[in-house]
């Protein structure tokens, strides 16, 4: 049974730090690339950032220079390091794991930017 389980949403103050986690089980972690997105009520779900099995990332360009990705092959996780928040970074967060043959998606965990 294929999990992703993700922690480290909350309320933030504008300028403020979180850092998600998200946890993966019942897949060849390394060979998945990993993904961050996120959906604000009435909107699209958007692709926040990325990271392939080696370690490649990519930012949607609203993030780049405050958010970072990073994986852990060893412990199956990927991480999403969010500095310099600003309001319009409030939405549900979701991880992703993605190859070509398969997706999963968590549960999501809400990220909250304000004052």
């Known amino acids: 049974q294929v999990q992703l389980v993700e922690s480290g949403g909350g309320l933030v103050q504008p300028g403020g730090s979180l850092r998600l986690s998200c946890a993966a089980s019942?897949?060849?972690?390394?060979?998945?690339?990993m993904g961050w997105y996120r959906q604000v009520p009435g909107q699209e779900r958007e692709l926040v950032a990325t990271i392939t099995g080696r370690g490649n990332a990519d930012y949607v360009e609203s993030v780049k220079g405050r958010f970072t990705i990073s994986r852990d092959n060893a412990k199956n996780t990927v991480d999403l390091q969010m500095n310099s928040l600003k309001p319009e970074d409030t939405a549900v967060y979701s991880c992703?794991?993605?190859?070509?043959?398969?997706?999963?998606w968590g549960q999501g965990t809400q990220v909250t930017v304000s004052s």
């Open positions: 992703n794991a993605n190859n070509v043959r398969r997706n999963y």
């Open positions: 019942g897949i060849f972690f390394s060979i998945y690339t």
